[in-house]
């Protein structure tokens, strides 16, 4: 498996994608759809979807442009259509509104390349926001960073929950297990543990 790392947009966020014997998937396409198409024929990928981890445009702006199906929280689908809930006036301006093919839900399974994607529901910087584990791999989204947490200042933010989440859903996680966050450099389980 291969984990391809882009920083898109002005906030760089972290899109990642996940390829393997051809096939890929893509996590928060959040802008510089060229830039992910150019990476993904360059390596002659199908891409069979995308995954949200959360609605906020920064991790989304890019979902209508490639075109692919859209999984994402139920309690973050809406977003995906109402640019009042996903903060593109605020952030990135323009956007295009998308219809998700897949709305997901906590312990959720998706397959891929014969491995099991497992959603975790990690609400606290959005109502909808998951963590994605496969392998020794967890994609954290803007829940947990290295050396921090993801902010809750925003009307749907909450910071009881996204501790909660973080201790109930992500620190019972093998200390080897790599995250891959939505802004910043990767880290394990393990070191989050010693700094939470």
Same mark, same amino acid.
């Given at each position: 498996?291969?984990?391809? &790392? =882009?920083?898109? !947009?002005?906030?760089?966020? #972290?899109?990642?994608?996940?390829?393997?014997?051809?096939?890929?998937?893509?996590?928060?396409?959040?802008?510089?759809?060229?830039?992910?198409?150019?990476?993904?024929?360059?390596?002659?990928?199908?891409?069979?979807? =995308?995954?949200?981890?959360?609605?906020?445009?920064?991790?989304?702006?890019?979902?209508?442009?490639? !075109? /692919?199906?859209?999984?994402?929280? &139920?309690?973050?689908?809406?977003?995906?259509?109402?640019? %009042?809930?996903? $903060?593109?006036?605020?952030?990135?301006? %323009?956007? +295009?509104?998308?219809?998700?093919?897949?709305?997901? @839900?906590?312990?959720? @399974?998706?397959?891929?390349?014969?491995?099991?994607?497992?959603?975790?529901?990690?609400?606290?910087?959005?109502?909808?926001?998951?963590?994605?584990?496969?392998?020794?791999?967890?994609?954290?989204?803007?829940?947990?960073?290295?050396?921090?947490?993801? &902010?809750?200042?925003?009307?749907?933010? %909450?910071? &009881?929950?996204?501790? #909660?989440?973080?201790?109930?859903?992500?620190?019972?996680?093998? +200390? +080897?297990?790599?995250? /891959?966050? !939505? $802004? !910043?450099?990767? %880290?394990?389980?393990?070191? @989050?543990? @010693? #700094?939470?």
């Amino acid at each position: 498996m291969v984990i391809k &790392r =882009i920083a898109v !947009g002005p906030l760089a966020t #972290n899109c990642y994608v996940v390829s393997c014997d051809g096939n890929a998937f893509i996590v928060d396409p959040g802008d510089d759809a060229q830039m992910i198409k150019d990476y993904i024929k360059k390596n002659n990928l199908s891409v069979q979807f =995308i995954i949200n981890t959360h609605s906020h445009i920064d991790h989304i702006k890019a979902d209508h442009v490639l !075109g /692919y199906p859209v999984y994402i929280h &139920r309690a973050d689908a809406p977003a995906l259509q109402d640019v %009042s809930k996903n $903060h593109s006036r605020l952030i990135l301006g %323009s956007f +295009d509104p998308c219809t998700p093919a897949k709305v997901l @839900e906590d312990g959720d @399974e998706i397959e891929f390349c014969g491995k099991k994607i497992k959603v975790l529901h990690t609400p606290g910087h959005t109502v909808g926001g998951i963590c994605l584990v496969m392998d020794k791999v967890v994609f954290t989204g803007d829940t947990l960073f290295r050396d921090g947490v993801g &902010r809750t200042d925003l009307p749907d933010g %909450s910071q &009881r929950d996204i501790l #909660n989440a973080i201790k109930q859903k992500l620190l019972c996680l093998d +200390d +080897d297990v790599k995250i /891959y966050p !939505g $802004h !910043g450099e990767a %880290s394990t389980i393990g070191r @989050e543990r @010693e #700094n939470f």
